[in-house]
Nanobody, 126 residues
Framework: QGQLDESGGGLVQAGSSLRLSCAAS????????IAWFRQAPGKEREGVAC????????TYGDSVTGRTAISGARARSTVHLRMRNLKVENTTVYYC???????????????????WGLGPQVPVSS
């Protein structure tokens, strides 16, 4: 199923930007996607952004569209997430995930992703 190592995260001030990276190794499926999800305490896991493994298409969650960008370098198997204008209510844990699915479907169905990172905490201060 592979391994996903996340980096970035930590305390962020409201109004500033966030940058997270996810390094994938041992991901054997040729097609599929790598995505970022987030989950606040007591809430369902929410799809943030997704990029196809080939890097040819991206999909974004409705709540982050317009201020979020996901990019990937297939050769290095690393995916980056950049989100600007963070809000205090965005304080949550962000997870990187990979799976043999299409972004348009998988971002709304987290169970389609078979590999998950540990999830860096991103607290946003006012």
């Amino acid at each position: 199923q592979g391994q996903l190592d996340e980096s970035g995260g930590g305390l962020v001030q409201a109004g500033s930007s966030l940058r997270l990276s996810c390094a994938a190794s041992g991901i054997t499926f040729e097609q599929g996607a790598i995505a970022w999800f987030r989950q606040a305490p007591g809430k369902e896991r929410e799809g943030v952004a997704c990029i196809s493994k080939a890097g040819s298409s991206t999909t974004y969650g409705d709540s982050v569209t317009g201020r979020t960008a996901i990019s990937g370098a297939r050769a290095r198997s690393t995916v980056h997430l950049r989100m600007r204008n963070l809000k205090v209510e965005n304080t949550t844990v962000y997870y990187c995930a990979a799976g043999p699915t299409e972004c348009w479907y998988g971002l709304s169905n987290p169970s389609e992703f078979t590999s998950w990172g540990l999830g860096p905490q991103v607290p946003v201060s006012s």
